[in-house]
């Protein structure tokens, strides 16, 4: 597509649910990457994927936190058992390769867990 | 380890008065640096970035930042803002030593006064 869309653009959950975020980069870019933005915060690095190559989780803060690409394309960021922490901006970007040229990010998904 | 970190939560200009935000970066050899614009509401969307060359380089609507080894600063700039530059800035690093994942600063938002 002409940009990275990302869906739902809101979400609210009750604590203790499992929700999904879905990502759908740009046409032809290899790189993508999850961040989030807590209110009033810089953004966060999550996960990251290149091409085939084994994903970079070193950002994931706890092990409920779990993204998938399939075909090298469409990333889910999976949250399970939500907390009230975990209520944010959730932002997609992807990039044509290794991050060097720069992101084109999405619009987000923000979670709010009540 | 990368970081950035951006010295000023907030900045106040007059409309067509000069800008500067700060900008300084640990990174452990030669950094690729960004600044993105999150206006409200809206997504980030990519300003300007550095990977080698020039240290002074042209971003869009009017913005250029200059890159400074021995300071690990790259500081962004305008000649005259405009009310519609009213946003929240971002400096970030990334290059191959991180394994090209892009670290983002707090943010600067700036606040353009008549």
């Known amino acids: 597509g002409a940009g990275v869309s990302q869906s739902p653009s809101n979400k609210v959950t009750e604590k203790g649910k499992d929700v999904e975020l879905r990502c759908d980069p740009i046409s032809g870019h290899t790189a993508l990457y999850w961040y989030r933005q807590s209110l009033g915060q810089g953004l966060e690095f999550l996960i990251y994927?290149?091409?085939?190559?084994?994903?970079?989780k070193s950002g994931l803060p706890s092990d409920r936190f779990s993204a998938e690409r399939t075909g090298g394309s469409v990333s889910t960021l999976t949250i399970q058992r939500t907390q009230q922490e975990d209520s944010a901006v959730y932002l997609c970007?992807?990039?044509?390769?290794?991050?060097?040229?720069?992101?084109?990010f999405g619009s987000g998904t923000r979670l709010t867990v009540v | 380890a990368q970081s950035v970190t951006q010295p000023d939560i907030h900045i106040t200009v007059s409309e067509g008065a000069s800008l500067e935000l700060r900008c300084n970066y640990s990174y452990g050899a030669t950094p690729y640096l960004f600044w993105y614009v999150q206006s409200p509401g809206q997504g980030l969307q990519l300003l300007l970035k550095y990977f080698s060359g020039d240290t002074l380089v042209q971003g869009i609507k009017g913005f250029e930042a200059e890159f400074k080894r021995s300071q690990s600063s790259f500081n962004l700039r305008k000649p005259s803002v405009h009310w519609s530059d009213a946003a929240e800035y971002f400096c970030a690093v990334g290059g191959e030593t991180g394994g090209f994942k892009t670290i983002f600063g707090a943010g600067t938002r700036l606040f353009v006064k008549a």
């Open positions: 970007a992807s990039s044509l390769a290794t991050g060097d040229y720069g992101y084109t």
């Open positions: 994927f290149q091409g085939n190559s084994a994903p970079d």
